[in-house]
């Protein structure tokens, strides 16, 4: 069973920054993507950033609303993916959860795990 461990969120003025880190673990698993998502209040659960691994290349994407904002970073090797947030709005404000998609063997089928949801709050 893959477990998500995820650190950072809080409070913060506008055009502040935050920055959350996530960590999977939990025996051999291969990490297809890693990525962060978030959920506002009676809302859906929406994409923030996804990073996908693809061998030798790293693949990218962001929500419109974050980019040129936030800056998502995975690395496979320590199985972690942090999510830099910049210039942060009020509309940021949310609980952000961390996802990612593994294979448990080659060739294998992929699974999905989700972590706890960390709060972001951005208020003055």
């Known amino acids: 069973q893959v477990q998500l461990v995820v650190s950072g969120g809080g409070l913060v003025q506008p055009g502040g920054s935050l920055r959350l880190s996530c960590t999977a673990s939990?025996?051999?698993?291969?990490?297809?993507?890693m990525g962060w998502y978030r959920q506002a209040p009676a809302n859906q659960r929406d994409l923030v950033a996804l990073?996908?691994?693809?061998?030798?290349?790293?693949?990218?994407e962001y929500a419109d609303s974050v980019k040129g904002r936030f800056t998502i970073s995975m690395d496979n090797a320590k199985k972690t993916v942090d999510l830099q947030m910049n210039n942060l709005k009020p509309g940021d404000t949310a609980v952000y959860y961390c996802?990612?998609?593994?294979?448990?063997?080659?060739?294998?089928?992929?699974?999905?795990?989700w972590g706890q949801g960390t709060q972001v709050t951005v208020s003055s």
């Open positions: 990073s996908t691994s693809g061998g030798s290349t790293e693949y990218t």
């Open positions: 996802k990612t998609i593994v294979r448990l063997r080659v060739g294998g089928p992929y699974y999905q795990y």
């Open positions: 939990g025996g051999l698993f291969t990490i297809n993507t």
